[in-house]
């Protein structure tokens, strides 16, 4: 069975510019996440979708950073105007409903 | 707000040796998971307790939940290099239709050779 897929491991941005990070879950997985991972703390989840929809979104800050699950299944995160303190992992995850929740291997954003 | 405190923070040692870390939560768990990040990598899980008091072993690990269910141990028998990586306690919540996940910090351990 694959695992989570995610695209660019790397981006090196400026601050005020944008990026997008594209994760693919687990086939049949409803449930995906994205967590931001600061270095030296552990993964904070930024938001749940289950299927297309938004189950949690209250840890995202909306007025620069933007997640969209359309179909179901692969979804984007979008950040723009990135700061410096968006520097981080993001971490996609994916889960059957209420089982076990599965990582990617993350993308890691430097902003300059 | 719910507070899961690892310590200690960093732990570098020898191979061959014995160590513990700690996870302690300022409220009860939902249920604990355990997981190991290496680097570059995603966190993978290793673990899931539940009930108060309850010893879960996978080969040299040994996790223990406290009795009130608010705090966690795991304990390394003869570390090895492969055994590096950054450990996360993190409390489960499996709800219905949703499942979230609160972690500590982390422990990050290095076993030199």
């Known amino acids: 069975e694959a695992g989570v897929a995610q695209s660019p491991r790397y981006k090196i941005i400026e601050k005020r510019q944008s990026v997008a990070f594209w994760c693919n879950p687990i086939?049949?997985?409803?449930?995906l996440y994205w967590y931001q991972q600061i270095l030296g703390q552990g993964p904070k989840l930024l938001i749940q979708?289950?299927?297309?929809?938004?189950?949690?979104d209250s840890q995202l800050p909306k007025d620069r950073f933007s997640a969209e699950r359309l179909k179901g299944v692969d979804s984007t995160l979008k950040i723009q105007p990135a700061k410096l303190e968006d520097s981080a992992v993001y971490l996609c995850?994916?889960?059957?409903?209420?089982?076990?929740?599965?990582f990617g291997e993350g993308s890691w954003l430097t902003v300059v | 707000t719910q507070l899961l405190e690892q310590s200690p923070q960093f732990l570098s040692i020898q191979e061959g040796e014995n160590l513990t870390v700690y996870c302690n939560s300022s409220?009860?768990?939902?249920?604990l998971q355990w997981y190991r990040q290496e680097p570059g990598e995603g966190p993978v899980l290793l673990v899931t307790v539940v009930t108060g008091g309850e010893v879960k072993k996978l080969k040299r690990l040994t996790f223990q939940f406290g009795d009130a269910r608010k705090d966690s141990s795991l304990h390394i028998t003869a570390a090895q290099p492969g055994d590096t990586g950054l450990y996360l306690c993190?409390?489960?919540?499996?709800?219905?239709?949703?499942?979230?996940?609160?972690f500590g910090k982390g422990t990050k351990l290095s076993v030199k050779p």
């Open positions: 979708f289950q299927n297309n929809g938004v189950v949690d």
């Open positions: 086939s049949g997985h409803a449930t």
């Open positions: 993190a409390d489960a919540y499996y709800g219905g239709s949703q499942g979230n996940l609160i």
């Open positions: 995850a994916s889960s059957r409903t209420g089982n076990t929740i599965y």
């Open positions: 409220s009860v768990f939902s249920s």
